[in-house]
């Protein structure tokens, strides 16, 4: 994972599950270039609101509040 404004240096590696679950997402969404995560209308990559949304969803179905930001702190 590459740091913001540091095109060769990296800045921190990914645990392995994390490693894992993109190459297992990568063989679903496939390799050509273009954003990680489209939009539900795949009209380009997914913006704050709708990640905000979707974390502020799964949260809810097991019954914890959460949002994006704070998941950073965990």
């Known amino acids: 994972v590459r740091g913001k404004g540091r095109d ?3 800045r921190m590696t990914l645990p392995e599950p994390t ?3 993109l190459a297992a997402w990568l063989g679903t969404r ?3 270039a273009g954003p990680l995560f489209p939009s539900e209308r795949g009209t380009g990559g997914i913006d ?8 502020r969803e799964r949260a809810a179905s ?3 509040r959460a949002a994006p930001h704070g998941l950073r702190h965990t």
């Open 19 to 21: 490693t894992d679950a």
């Open 8 to 10: 060769e240096r990296q």
């Open 30 to 32: 496939g390799t050509d």
């Open 48 to 55: 704050t609101s709708t990640v905000y949304r979707l974390v």
């Open 62 to 64: 097991v019954g914890v």
